[in-house]
């Protein structure tokens, strides 16, 4: 049983949709053909659209479709750093689980959340040299943290950032699964002077196996990144593209309402579950959307053992030090992907674990 996996369920996958998309446009409509650098313009016209509704105005002409937001990264990688670039991340941070920058020569410059939230005034060093640098963000519904900016801090974020000459890579793939009405402002929107690269994703709110996602930023930069895809792959399969688009268009509004329903429902049994069998052993802030619960013990916890007794137990668990070295006292937990009726005995089973094997310390 998955605690941990940020990925929806099957169950939420809408298969039936794809299926109904296949059969009934894409024998009629399809060309499989290499598209443009860019990606197929019938679906940055509606990527154009949806981002339209979160406030952010572009042209098709800024957008660059990618292999999921996970590629966006990499080309943002490949084609904007040098080894004396650095990189400023938040931590804990999802890019921490992950390899894409994990072999380049440019500095990693880990600023936690709680710092840059206490320090907004103030993020960066003052004689420090950031020529070169970018820094990545997630900034509504952070994975794993769930932290959101108030818009006051997006503000002085952007400002900080453009006073230093830092772009800002804003990875906004969860903001659709804001739980109670719209969404915060994205930086993106915010934003003036052209200093943000956005990512988007219909990973986390569609399919992950689509491999669907886009960067939208400054046309001279898009122009470079889409070259680069080029060069890699000749482009996001143009069958992935065509279901992408006739989903935009016809399916994704629907989808996204009755996803949130599901996801709050998810979300309060874990919640019940973690009060029930948790809640006298750390804390976790308030969910207002996305995957993920982000637990801190309140006393140290040998969860490295914790960890391997599970795996034991048919039970996956995503121990904090994932994300940062510094958060080996915290668990991220998902209620997205794990079985509803399955919640709460996971969870009282991960406790009688603890309990039994003393690793509370």
Partial sequence: MRLGTGELSPELIPNDAFKKIIHEDLSDQLSSNYEEPKG???????IQK????????????????TSGAL??????????LIPKSKIIVESPSYINSIRTWHRIQSEIIPLSIDYIKNDINSIFKENEDYSNSIFYCNPTLHNPTSNSYTYNEKEKILKQCKEKGIPIVEDDIYSELWFDGNPPKTLKELDSSNNVLYLGSLSKTVS???RIGWVIGNERVVNHLADLKMQNDYGASSISQFIATQWLKSYHSHHIDNLKVELIQRKKLMEEALNKYFGDLGRWN??????Y????FSEKINIKKLFQLSIKEALLIHPGEVYSDKEKNSIRFSYSYIEKNKI??????????????NLIY
């Fill in 293 to 296: 619960i982000w637990f801190k």
């Fill in 344 to 357: 709460n005995e996971s969870i009282k089973k991960l406790r009688e674990i603890i309990d039994k094997e």
């Fill in 50 to 65: 949806l981002v339209n509704k979160r406030g952010i105005q572009c042209s098709t002409n800024e957008i660059c479709i």
């Fill in 71 to 80: 590629q966006g990264l990499k080309l943002i990688s490949d084609g904007l």
């Fill in 286 to 291: 308030q969910i207002d959307g996305s995957f």
């Fill in 208 to 210: 992950p196996g689509l």
């Fill in 40 to 46: 197929n313009i019938f679906l940055r016209q509606e």
